[in-house]
């Protein structure tokens, strides 16, 4: 590997005494990591990603068995506000959307929001599921149209077979959202921890890198399928129910279960429970830190410093400010009553959900994730 030390350089000496003491804590780990036998593997970005996406998997199948109570308690007071955030960052503010596909996203998300609110204040009685299933089957109706539109408007060629497949999967979510709200809402509540997954290879990494990244990805993509088949083993649930951590500041892992996973036998509803644990976990990692920085220019990891100077750029100072009012908040609250400050959090979160849904169809059909102006 080729040396990296630049200490003579006096401008690398001036950038080095401006640095954070944490971008100097990370810069001297990087560089024992860099000397080490692993040095080769971190070089390029999309190995570098998979491995640490496959470390982070493995991390959330040991704590989703031994603390499955702190991951999703704590898991989310944490870094619920930071991961929705990112969520807009990646998939609305840094990609260029048509000003009036951007018109349906807030007008969709702020529609969800009130529909949320709504239904907490019991003022919907039996019709919120629909409601709200219903908006989001015509947002997704409408991103695979502007998708397409956006696709023509560049002179590029459709997909037929992929438009065809979306539309069929969203006629398939709106007649099953309409018959059975409930539940469809439940499955995406499991199912849209994956999507970001999904998000990752087929759009960010694949897109940053060329197939060379679709490779790597299959690891992370393949232990996250193992840990969910080795979460639902009855042998695991056993041990968590006689060594795991279940119950944590009056939150209950297996009274969450009844709601996470409302049937039987309750093997299956705790096993679920610990797959959305662990699968949670891996959501927040991919959008906290592999998508940012499949979604950049560069193969090098971004500092601290680049990092927050990169999202005051995207969300301004005013809307920096509120994200981490909002937080400290959030935080605060729990210090109040935990699992209240945790169903707050999730009534407020769960327009997400369709938000990576409905991005996902749009950037599918327009064949394009980033452009000069949205790729920093």
């Not at 930071?82 to 969709?108: Q, T």
């Not at 890198?209 to 695991?236: F, H, I, K, Y």
């Not at 996973?261 to 959305?276: E, N």
């Not at 920085?293 to 410093?305: L, W």
């Amino acid at each position: 590997m080729a040396s990296l030390d630049l200490s003579s350089s006096p401008s690398l000496a001036a950038r080095t005494r401006e640095a954070w003491w944490l971008d100097r804590v990370r810069g001297q780990l990087l560089g024992w990591l860099a000397a080490s036998r692993v040095g080769p593997l971190l070089v390029r970005r999309e190995r570098r990603l998979a491995l640490l996406a496959s470390g982070g998997i493995m991390l959330a199948l040991v704590l989703s068995v031994l603390a499955p109570a702190w991951l999703l308690l704590v898991g989310p007071l944490a870094l619920g506000v930071p991961h929705l955030a990112s969520d807009v960052r990646h998939l609305v503010l840094r990609r260029a959307l048509p000003r009036g596909f951007l018109s349906v996203v807030i007008a969709a998300c702020s529609s969800l929001l009130a529909l949320r609110g709504l239904e907490s204040l019991h003022a919907l009685g039996g019709v919120a599921g629909r409601l709200e299933v219903g908006v989001a089957s015509l947002w997704l109706g409408v991103a695979w149209w502007a998708g397409g539109d956006a696709r023509a408007a560049r002179g590029a060629r459709p997909n037929a077979s992929k438009g065809a497949a979306l539309a069929a999967l969203i006629v398939f979510l709106t007649a099953s959202g309409q018959l059975w709200p409930y539940e469809s809402r439940l499955v995406l509540a499991h199912a849209h921890n994956p999507i970001a997954l999904l998000l990752w290879v087929q759009l960010f990494a694949a897109g940053a890198c060329g197939d060379r990244s679709r490779r790597w990805v299959l690891l992370p993509a393949l232990l996250c399928t193992l840990s969910v088949l080795g979460l639902l083993w009855l042998p695991t649930q056993e041990f968590t129910l006689r060594h795991g951590v279940l119950e944590l500041w009056g939150f209950d892992v297996v009274e969450a279960s009844r709601w996470l996973a409302p049937f039987g036998p309750s093997r299956w509803s705790l096993g679920l429970t610990l797959c959305y644990a662990a699968l949670q976990s891996m959501h927040y990692t991919l959008w906290l830190y592999c998508i940012p920085q499949s979604d950049t220019r560069a193969q090098g990891s971004p500092t601290f410093r680049m990092t927050c100077k990169g999202w005051l750029s995207d969300f301004g100072a005013f809307g920096l400010a509120l994200l981490v009012l909002g937080s400290l908040a959030l935080l605060l609250g729990a210090t109040v009553d935990a699992t209240g400050a945790r169903h707050v959090y999730l009534s407020i979160a769960g327009f997400h959900a369709y938000l990576e849904l409905a991005l996902w169809v749009f950037l599918l059909r327009r064949g394009l994730l980033a452009t000069p102006s949205s790729a920093r």
